[in-house]
């Protein structure tokens, strides 16, 4: 895996095109707030690890009631989505097609992380499949071959531990918005750590350039109200601004 430090936004779209150059397959991106955070779900991190079909099946008998138009009962990678999409911890890595919106998840908390390096990773998806003998082809979501790796966060069946790299068939503007792809992880091995040939890149924004790089980001529109398009987040938004200053 290479890693390279960035000091602006020009600086990671022409690293970025470097990239591109040596290697012309897809690239999807992920922000951290901290370099050193590995590629692994929320839910298989401490306190959540072993708790993962308690969450899903309690999350199902309990929003389903509360739902209008809920998926089906079977609809495995619908009801993932659902809970990816309320915050619910899952086996669901969110990507992006756009460096940009992850550089936004890299350096928007830079008050919470004042002495963390940040990083931008970038991600080839079809050397992953390829690698996990999914060939090298990209998936939604709602496939059977990702299903296959759905299913262990609801039933308890053997794992298949694989990671697979899919599109998010989700019907939402925050998707849309966000340019969202995943990784499913059916496996509690971080992706960082398979050490597959030339599939990561990790861009590092050091500490003290997190704050310029979460500005220029704002000038060019990448705002909390531009990356969530809801009300609430508006709302959020106005009272942050009001107390800046800004």
């Known amino acids: 895996m290479n890693s390279f430090d960035i000091e602006s936004i020009d600086d990671l779209i022409s690293k970025i095109t470097d990239l591109r150059r040596k290697n012309s397959l897809k690239i999807w991106f992920r922000g951290h707030a901290d370099k050193d955070w590995d590629l692994i779900p929320m839910v298989k ?6 708790r993962e079909q308690y969450l899903t099946n309690d999350f199902y008998i309990k929003a389903k009631n509360r739902m ?12 993932l989505s659902l809970m990816q ?15 940009l919106i992850a550089a936004y998840f890299a350096t928007s908390n830079y008050q919470d992380y004042p002495n963390k390096d940040a990083c931008i990773w970038a991600m080839h998806p079809l050397i992953l499949n390829s ?43 925050r998707m849309f918005v966000q340019q969202a792809a995943f990784t499913v992880h059916d496996s509690d091995v971080p992706l960082n750590k398979l050490n597959i040939e030339n599939m990561l ?38 009272r942050s601004e009001t107390v800046s200053g800004t």
């Open 45 to 50: 991190r401490k306190p959540f690890i072993g």
């Open 68 to 79: 209008k138009q809920a998926p089906g009962k079977e609809d495995y990678s619908g009801w």
């Open 85 to 99: 999409h309320y915050g619910l911890p899952t086996r669901l890595l969110d990507w992006s097609k756009s460096p």
């Open 131 to 173: 690698h996990e003998n999914f060939g090298e082809y990209l998936y939604p979501m709602d496939r059977n071959t990702v299903i296959k790796l759905i299913i262990p966060a609801f039933k308890t069946i053997t794992p298949t531990d694989k990671i697979i790299a899919c599109w998010a068939v989700e019907n939402d503007l």
């Open 201 to 238: 890149t990790r861009f590092i924004i050091p500490s003290h350039i997190k704050q310029k790089f979460a500005n220029d980001l704002a000038i060019c529109g990448f705002s909390l109200s531009d990356i969530f398009p809801d009300i609430e987040k508006i709302s959020i938004e106005l």
